[in-house]
């Protein structure tokens, strides 16, 4: 059988990880705005509006980084096959690339979850 599970749990934590960049992204914007009320032509609602966005694509990121990494870590362990897929696609809005290729991979081995489901079941009851 092959590990469609595991590989798609690997990129999906890779996604996960890239949701680094989105944390930078606002702390950037934060910056920005700390840098232009040295302007001289500083107007104090940009600089609001540049610290509301740093904090929203900041937090942003680090929620569905979060999700998608402990969907990847379930995908891997071939448990609760709703969390892997709701991590995956997490994955998916942080880093398309793996995210995409993630999801796919995790959603082709939907067997692999339900197997290892069956065979626990199958140990506690007999």
Wanted: some cysteine; glycine content about 16%.
């Amino acid at each position: 059988m092959p590990n469609y599970a595991r590989t798609g749990g690997i990129l999906t934590i890779i996604s996960g990880a890239f949701s680094i960049f989105g944390v930078a992204m606002g702390g950037f914007y934060i910056l920005m705005a700390e840098f232009m009320k040295g302007q001289a032509n500083y107007q104090p609602v940009v600089g609001l509006f540049f610290t509301i966005m740093g904090v929203v694509f900041g937090l942003f990121s680090i929620m569905v980084g979060a999700l998608a990494i402990i969907g990847g870590v379930f995908a891997v362990k071939r448990k609760h096959w709703a969390v892997a897929i709701a991590g995956a696609i997490a994955g998916a809005v942080l880093f398309f690339p793996c995210g995409i290729a993630g999801t796919i991979l995790v959603s082709l081995g939907r067997a692999e979850f339900s197997a290892l489901e069956g065979l626990q079941q199958s140990q506690t009851t007999g």
